[in-house]
């Protein structure tokens, strides 16, 4: 089983539509979670840290279930710009990210 | 502020060449960390660095080597290059004790 593990997609959604990831981490000791975007042949960049309280940033709402080991990404209203792949990060605690292999999301016009 | 700058952006070599790559980080991190991603994977992580020590070191042959110089910027060194070592090389800064990391645009290596 993969430490991190994604939905690879493609997820294609109309412009204007809400689109959710989810990810699952295998090790429940692990300390911080992150979600990236990456654009295409572009390095990832950080999107948003994810708290145990849940957090929102604009249309974008990270959520963390430890008993479930899942985090979530919600993005609302979702515009063109927001094509892109979107990794999911976990540190488990050994001052390295374990990446998930990213899931593809493109917005349709 | 500059990020994260990397050298070379793109490089060709043959099997069995070396290869150096470069990273210089932000202004006030002090660690640094390389990454790996061939193509429709996530990143995978090779070493970190800080304070010129390794702090950790990922499933990577002993081909692999890094070091940290005194300023923060890092090398990444690959020996007898095989073919399925053409990937994105991605270096990373942080400050030490944070985990959220800045990326640079990273060295896209083609091994023929």
């Known amino acids: ?109 | 502020d500059a990020g994260v700058t990397q050298s070379p952006t793109h490089l060709i070599k043959t099997r069995g060449q070396q290869v150096t790559l470069r990273c210089s980080p932000i202004s006030g991190h002090k660690s640094v960390s390389w990454y790996q991603q061939v193509l429709g994977q996530g990143p995978q992580f090779i070493f970190q660095y800080y304070e010129k020590e390794e702090r950790g070191r990922g499933n990577f042959p002993d081909r692999f080597s890094a070091r940290q110089f005194p300023n923060y910027s890092s090398e990444l060194n690959v020996n007898a290059l095989l073919l399925g070592d053409s990937a994105l090389y991605l270096c990373a800064s942080s400050l030490w004790g944070s985990d959220e990391q800045y990326f640079g645009p990273g060295t896209r290596l083609t091994v023929t």
Do not use: H
């Open chain 1, 1 to 109: 089983r993969k430490e991190v593990e994604q939905d690879p997609g493609p997820f294609n959604v109309p412009e204007g539509a809400t689109v959710a990831f989810n990810c699952t981490y295998s090790n429940s000791a692990s300390q911080s979670f992150f979600w990236y975007r990456q654009d295409c042949r572009k390095e990832p960049k950080l999107l948003m840290s994810v708290y145990s309280s849940g957090n929102e940033d604009g249309r974008f709402t990270a959520q963390l279930n430890r008993a479930s080991q899942y985090i979530s990404l919600l993005i609302r209203d979702s515009k063109l710009s927001d094509s892109a792949t979107y990794l999911c990060v976990v540190n488990f605690g050994n001052e390295k990210l374990t990446f998930g292999t990213g899931t593809r999301l493109t917005i349709i016009p």
